[in-house]
């Protein structure tokens, strides 16, 4: 029989198993496009390839500030995964820890940052390369399908674009909408 103190001890690791796993939001990222586009994640995520009607699923953990998924285009990578992209390059990375060079159409999100919501966005402020549609499980779907998009940041100063999502929601980024 174990110990009072060595059971307090398991219960708190799986508490604290169970409270690490609570918040956070899972992505799912399509290109819809006729091309191939290399979506890209910071600070989770990195990046990868999609063909056209291809997915990828992020687990994102809760406390994720500042997070950025952007798709890049006209990219070639070598088997070590080094290369460049015509649009969104990140120093040449296939999995991206910097964020990608302008132009780039960015869905921009804090998970679990003020209280039980999560705010998300597009930007189009540092260019835009791609149509794409952002959308929180019990939220609005924001659209982008121009440079001058009406549900996108268009410039530093704008302001109101920013979208609250209740905590533990879903979310969905769509290239080519």
């Known amino acids: 029989m174990a110990s009072p103190a060595a059971a307090s001890s398991v219960l708190l690791l799986l508490l604290a198993a169970f409270t690490a796993g609570a918040g956070a939001a899972t992505f799912t990222i399509k290109n819809n496009c006729g091309y191939t586009v290399w979506p890209a994640a910071t600070p989770v995520g990195g990046g990868r390839q999609l063909n056209p009607g291809q997915t990828w699923t992020l687990q994102v953990p809760a406390g994720t500030q500042s997070g950025r998924i952007w798709g890049r285009t006209g990219c070639s990578f070598n088997g070590a995964g080094r290369g460049r992209c015509a649009t969104g390059d990140c120093a040449g990375a296939l999995s991206c820890t910097l964020s990608g060079q302008p132009p780039l159409t960015l869905a921009e999100f804090t998970i679990g940052g003020g ?27 924001l659209h982008c399908g121009t440079p001058r998009c009406p549900d996108a940041y268009l410039y530093p100063s704008d302001n109101s674009k920013n979208h609250g999502c209740r905590g533990n929601s ?7 909408p």
């Open 170 to 176: 879903n979310y969905k980024v769509t290239f080519c």
């Open 115 to 141: 209280g039980a919501n999560d705010y998300y966005d597009i930007s189009v402020i540092d260019g835009y390369n791609l149509p794409m549609d952002f959308s929180c499980s019990n939220g609005k779907n």
